[in-house]
């Protein structure tokens, strides 16, 4: 196996996994939460995202997704460029995964814009999931569906973000 998809290789790394749920898919859309955990570490960054004065677009579709009303948002969420701060600051140094680059990618561009900032380099969690399969000889959908009965996907930022941690924690592990 190539030592640089080991997991002792993967131990000495800042790996973090990142998850946004957002207003919707359209190109006007906007990140409404966000969640981040690391993959050999128990700290979690979770905030709701109360949506910048540009921000406009709501998706109802989507809303029924994720569950969380832009009424509630308003009122419970941090403001866009001080989460943006906050993220940035959590994620410094780390190698950030993400399991769609696109629309991750995007999100995360439009919160730390409010601040004037680029994004860091995004990783793909599919990408790396298929090489750990590979190399460590595992049957990726098999992986996937049992891990995902002890960490379903649930369109909440955090929780997602943790099943993917879950998952290449899994695939780090040879083959049993």
């Known amino acids: ?10 131990r000495s790394r800042r790996v973090a996994f990142l998850d ?3 207003s919707g898919l359209s190109y006007d859309s906007y990140p409404i939460s966000v969640g981040v955990c690391f993959l050999h570490s128990h700290s979690t960054f ?3 995202i109360r949506p910048h004065t540009r921000w406009t677009h709501w998706d109802p579709a989507a809303e029924s997704i994720h569950g969380l009303g832009r009424d509630w948002i308003e009122i419970h969420g941090q403001a866009a460029d001080q989460v943006a701060r906050e993220l940035l600051e959590w994620l410094d140094g780390s190698e950030i995964f993400v399991d769609s680059s696109t629309m991750d990618g995007f999100w995360f561009e439009r919160l730390v814009d409010t601040i004037h900032e680029r994004r860091p380099e995004l990783n793909s969690v599919p990408a790396v999931c298929e090489m750990l399969a590979l190399l460590n000889r595992r049957h990726l959908g098999e992986v996937r569906r049992d891990v995902s009965l002890r960490h379903p ?10 099943a993917s941690r879950a998952l290449v924690r899994e695939l780090l592990k040879p083959a049993p």
């Not at 196996?1 to 993967?10: I, L, N, R």
């Not at 996907?153 to 943790?162: C, F, I, M, S, V």
């Open 1 to 10: 196996m190539s030592s640089e998809f080991s997991y002792d290789t993967w």
């Open 46 to 48: 979770y905030r709701v």
């Open 153 to 162: 996907r649930t369109h909440n930022a955090l929780e997602d973000a943790q």
């Open 20 to 22: 946004f749920e957002a």
